[in-house]
């Protein structure tokens, strides 16, 4: 056993050796996705080696040169005297290093927004970048695992918030030799066998803790829910109008995606990465200042690290953008892939025609809507709104392994179309100006996730004052005057350009500047709110644990805490994910194993697997390591005792984070599925007219074979039965609901002709406040 420490002092690395005690031994301690601990003592006199200090550099090998801990001291030396020997008194010092990632832990996790549907190392990789990328070389090739949604938690250190990643996406990360590695669970087995003569029988201790589970309830957060479309008629003098349910709103530490000023001493490397090869990007005092490109798109670009989730409505700006002449690129871009101009969703296209700078909308990679020419001095704000009816476009992944292997569930796309407004807001006088719609459309197929970059320049001259990108929840509003075509209403500060806003108490409520007219039309789309859950069991485990007198059903009920259960299809995912593993008996083992010199030869690290096998003990299982103690005292040759502990999925929860609490607003399922079909949400349904008679549907996809829509009065009611909420049944895609009040509410839902019927997941509602 070799302990070496540079005290960083000027002095070099120190050989401790001679002076460590075996009483208490070397101890190091490995935990999965935590930081590594090693403790020792030390006896020192004078002339001995100097005395460690604080923040030193430890290393421990074995005789063989096995690196078993590198890390840093992190405390003064606890002293007792120990004695007196020939050359005076002799200390015992006790000291506690912790592994390389204390460098990093040190220092704070900015804030920042979340993402989705990045794979496990490119989140690591960010994460060490935004606190320091300069400190631990990263080993990430091997995990392309996905993980379905991500937060940083800046009131957690990086190795709090790296663990959280790995665990998320079933894998393990480990810190030393100065280098970070992460890589998924098992990626290295120990085989541990009793006819190999590689397993001691008497030294392992292993048994099933936990018992089956076969109907889980998994509980969510709020999501969205019922597709509402609810108008209203305008009189001329109303500026508010009541909706009828709540709308779905982000939380407000969701709300704000990114916001950036450019107030700091270099652009901010925590919110976006730079491609300027030749030096055309800097700060000013006037903001984010550009003084041209390469003239080669995509290579001159200011980046966002995070993408955007394209769900609910966002509402991004660009704000202080003064342009100069001959400029030439995209402002304000969003990108389904990397920064290009055929590649932009959305965005500002800047360009010369016959000598004059013009700026226009430019969609799925080309120039539409109307243009405008900026005027030299001028500052304007860029503004571009999103709006998809899907507030979830990434569903969260699951992954676990059970009796039948390795599972995995959820972490696909949402496919859903969004509306889109692109505006410009003259601001050089201060936020008195309307702004001008360029573009007011449709998009029948947008991306789930988008890059953004506020510049991707050619040959851009002038510059940005601020980036705002904000979630506004899941509201879109639209008009119609008497006649005339559609619009859209633009939410948000009056200060913005806007027409009105939608408060939290469920109000709209419009500006003096745009009241609505008498007769005009308003159409308000919205989400509802309501909490996620499922209810799942496993038909084939019910069964063969029944026998007659004990039932076969075991329930489990509670939350998933991470990843993070965003909607019902998520709990679904959960559920099925939990089944894997609470209905396999292998899923629960947990215990220990203890053996001498197990460093050769591969050492063990958590996240390793142990295949054991053991005939005499009918024992034939994989065991996931989740800790590994070392214990060495100073002889020739080495003999560190290991105790490796091991747990497997539902023994101790590994990928996923569970709690047995239940929300007090859930509404628990009362059967279980065994398995889920549901048809897709009406999310098409339109209202095509509205009468004194009747209220035209247009329900946007074709009927189900030998089913139809059904319309009901009140929500979460459908099925079969023939009561007073049923309004009617229709076969057919276009068809009339008879007009009974002027204030009037419908639910619908498509169905088959299965047996039970197959329903949508969530209705489209349809609510009506116009006068018969």
């Given at each position: 056993?070799?302990?070496?420490?540079?005290?960083?002092?000027?002095?070099?690395?120190?050989?401790?050796?001679?002076?460590?005690?075996?009483?208490?031994?070397?101890?190091?301690?490995?935990?999965?996705n935590?930081?590594?601990?090693?403790s020792?003592?030390?006896?020192?006199n004078?002339?001995?080696?100097?005395?460690?200090?604080?923040?030193?550099?430890?290393?421990?090998t074995?005789?063989n040169?096995?690196?078993?801990?590198?890390?840093?001291?992190v405390t003064e030396?606890?002293?007792?005297l120990?004695?007196?020997?020939?050359?005076?008194a002799?200390?015992?010092?006790?000291?506690?290093?912790?592994?390389?990632?204390?460098?990093?832990?040190?220092q704070?996790?900015?804030?920042?927004r979340?993402t989705?549907?990045?794979?496990?190392?490119?989140?690591?990789s960010?994460?060490?970048?935004?606190v320091?990328p300069?400190?631990?070389?990263?080993?990430?090739?091997a995990?392309?695992?996905?993980?379905?949604?991500?937060?940083?938690d800046?009131?957690?250190?990086?190795?709090?918030?790296?663990?959280?990643?790995a665990?998320?996406?079933?894998?393990?990360y480990?810190?030393?030799?100065?280098?970070l590695?992460?890589?998924?669970i098992?990626?290295?087995?120990?085989?541990?066998?009793e006819?190999?003569?590689?397993?001691?029988?008497?030294s392992?201790?292993?048994?099933?803790?936990?018992?089956?589970?076969?109907?889980?309830?998994?509980?969510?957060?709020?999501?969205g829910?019922?597709?509402?479309?609810?108008?209203?008629?305008?009189?001329?003098s109303?500026?508010?109008?009541?909706?009828?349910l709540?709308?779905?709103?982000p939380?407000?530490s969701h709300?704000?995606?990114?916001?950036d000023?450019?107030q700091?001493?270099v652009?901010?490397p925590?919110?976006?990465q730079?491609?300027?090869?030749?030096?055309?990007?800097?700060l000013?005092?006037a903001?984010?200042?550009?003084?041209g490109?390469?003239?080669?798109?995509?290579?001159t670009?200011?980046v966002?690290?995070d993408q955007?989730e394209v769900g609910?409505?966002?509402?991004?700006?660009?704000?202080?953008?003064?342009?100069?002449?001959?400029?030439?690129?995209i402002?304000?871009?969003?990108?389904t892939?990397?920064?290009?101009?055929?590649g932009?969703?959305?965005?500002?296209?800047?360009?010369?025609?016959?000598g004059?700078?013009?700026?226009?909308?430019?969609?799925?990679?080309?120039?539409a809507g109307a243009?405008?020419?900026?005027?030299?001095?001028?500052?304007?704000?860029?503004?571009?709104?999103?709006?998809?009816?899907?507030?979830?476009?990434?569903?969260?992944?699951?992954?676990?392994?059970?009796?039948?292997?390795?599972?995995?569930?959820?972490?696909n796309?949402?496919?859903?179309?969004?509306?889109?407004?692109i505006e410009?807001q003259d601001?050089?006088?201060?936020?008195?100006?309307?702004?001008?719609?360029?573009?007011d459309?449709?998009?029948?197929s947008?991306?789930?996730?988008?890059?953004?970059?506020?510049?991707?320049?050619?040959?851009?001259?002038?510059?940005?004052a601020?980036?705002?990108v904000?979630?506004?929840?899941?509201?879109?509003?639209?008009?119609?005057?008497?006649?005339g075509s559609?619009?859209?209403?633009?939410?948000?500060l009056?200060?913005?350009?806007?027409?009105?806003?939608?408060?939290?108490?469920?109000r709209?409520?419009?500006?003096?500047?745009?009241?609505?007219?008498?007769n005009e039309?308003?159409?308000v789309?919205?989400?509802t709110?309501?909490r996620?859950?499922?209810?799942?069991?496993?038909?084939?485990?019910?069964?063969?644990?029944?026998?007659?007198?004990?039932?076969?059903?075991a329930?489990?009920?509670?939350?998933?805490?991470?990843?993070?259960?965003?909607?019902?299809?998520?709990?679904?995912?959960?559920?099925?994910?939990?089944?894997?593993?609470?209905?396999?008996r292998?899923?629960a083992?947990?215990g220990?194993?203890?053996?001498?010199?197990?460093?050769?030869?591969?050492?063990?690290?958590?996240?390793?697997?142990?295949?054991?096998?053991?005939?005499?003990l009918?024992?034939?299982?994989?065991?996931?390591?989740?800790a590994v103690s070392?214990?060495a005292?100073?002889?020739?040759?080495?003999?560190p005792?290991?105790?490796?502990?091991?747990?497997n999925?539902?023994?101790?929860?590994?990928?996923m984070?569970v709690?047995?609490?239940v929300?007090?607003d859930?509404?628990l399922?009362?059967?279980?599925q065994?398995?889920?079909?549901?048809l897709a949400?009406?999310?098409l349904l339109?209202v095509?007219?509205?009468?004194?008679?009747?209220?035209?549907?247009a329900?946007?996809?074709?009927?189900?074979?030998?089913?139809?829509?059904?319309?009901?009065?009140?929500?979460?009611?459908?099925?079969?039965?023939?009561?007073a909420?049923?309004?009617?049944?229709?076969?057919?895609?276009?068809?009339?609901?008879?007009?009974?009040?002027a204030?009037?509410?419908?639910?619908?839902?498509q169905?088959?002709a299965?047996?039970?019927?197959?329903?949508?997941?969530?209705?489209?509602?349809?609510?009506?406040?116009v006068?018969?």
């Open positions: 056993m070799k302990l070496t420490i540079d005290n960083l002092n000027g002095n070099g690395t120190i050989d401790y050796s001679g002076s460590l005690l075996n009483k208490p031994p070397v101890s190091i301690t490995r935990k999965l935590v930081p590594s601990i090693c020792f003592a030390l006896a020192l004078a002339p001995g080696p100097e005395t460690p200090l604080r923040n030193g550099r430890v290393i421990v074995d005789d040169g096995v690196v078993l801990f590198t890390g840093y001291v030396p606890a002293r007792e120990a004695g007196a020997g020939t050359t005076g002799i200390c015992q010092l006790t000291l506690t290093a912790e592994s390389d990632e204390v460098l990093l832990d040190r704070s996790v900015p804030q920042t979340a989705a549907g990045q794979t496990a190392g490119r989140l690591l960010a994460l060490t970048s935004r320091d300069t400190l631990l070389t990263l080993n990430i090739a995990t392309p695992v996905s993980v379905g949604h991500f937060m940083p800046p009131g957690q250190c990086w190795s709090q918030n790296a663990g959280s990643i665990a998320m996406a079933r894998s393990a480990s810190a030393i030799s100065g280098t590695s992460l890589a998924p098992g990626t290295v087995t120990h085989v541990l066998s006819s190999a003569g590689t397993l001691q029988v008497k392992l201790n292993a048994s099933r803790v936990k018992t089956l589970a076969n109907d889980i309830t998994v509980c969510g957060t709020e999501e829910a019922a597709y509402v479309t609810e108008i209203f008629s305008g009189d001329g109303t500026v508010v109008f009541d909706l009828t709540l709308p779905y709103f939380t407000a709300s704000k995606a990114l916001v000023l450019f700091g001493a652009i901010n925590v919110l976006w730079i491609e300027d090869g030749g030096g055309h990007i800097s000013t005092a903001g984010l200042t550009l003084s490109g390469n003239g080669i798109d995509g290579q670009a200011v966002a690290i955007l609910g409505a966002l509402v991004i700006e660009a704000g202080g953008v003064q342009f100069g002449a001959l400029s030439a690129g402002v304000c871009g969003l990108y892939g990397s920064v290009s101009a055929a932009c969703f959305a965005g500002f296209l800047v360009e010369q025609v016959a004059a700078t013009v700026v226009s909308p430019l969609i799925e990679g080309v120039a243009t405008f020419t900026p005027t030299a001095g001028h500052s304007y704000t860029l503004r571009i709104r999103t709006y998809c009816v899907e507030i979830q476009r990434i569903l969260a992944a699951y992954y676990a392994v059970g009796s039948n292997g390795e599972v995995s569930y959820g972490g796309a949402i496919p859903a179309g969004a509306k889109l407004v410009v601001t050089t006088s201060g936020a008195t100006d309307i702004s001008t719609v360029l573009y459309g449709w998009v029948v947008s991306p789930a996730l988008v890059t953004f970059a506020p510049v991707n320049s050619t040959n851009l001259i002038g510059s940005i601020s980036i705002h904000t979630e506004a929840g899941a509201v879109w509003v639209m008009s119609q005057d008497p006649g559609a619009f859209t209403r633009k939410l948000g009056a200060t913005q350009g806007a027409d009105a806003r939608i408060e939290r108490n469920g709209l409520r419009f500006y003096t500047s745009a009241i609505p007219a008498a039309t308003i159409t789309t919205y989400r709110a309501h996620s859950v499922a209810r799942l069991a496993n038909s084939a485990s019910v069964g063969a644990e029944g026998n007659g007198t004990i039932p076969g059903t329930r489990w009920i509670g939350s998933v805490t991470s990843p993070v259960t965003r909607s019902s299809a998520d709990c679904e995912n959960a559920a099925f994910t939990l089944l894997a593993q609470t209905t396999s292998d899923a083992w947990s220990s194993y203890t053996g001498f010199n197990l460093q050769a030869p591969q050492d063990f690290w958590p996240g390793d697997l142990l295949a054991v096998n053991s005939i005499s009918g024992i034939n299982v994989s065991l996931v390591v989740r070392i214990e005292s100073t002889s020739s040759p080495d003999l005792r290991y105790t490796i502990e091991f747990a999925d539902w023994a101790e929860a590994l990928s984070k709690s047995i609490s929300p007090k859930a509404w399922p009362q059967q279980a065994t398995a889920v079909t549901v949400s009406l999310t339109a095509s007219s509205v009468t004194g008679t009747v209220i035209q549907i329900a946007g996809v074709s009927p189900p074979a030998g089913g139809g829509f059904e319309v009901r009065r009140r929500d979460w009611y459908f099925g079969p039965s023939n009561d909420d049923l309004v009617l049944r229709s076969p057919v895609s276009n068809f009339a609901i008879p007009r009974e009040a204030i009037e509410q419908y639910f619908i839902r169905y088959d299965s047996s039970p019927a197959n329903y949508s997941r969530f209705s489209s509602a349809v609510f009506i406040n006068p018969l």
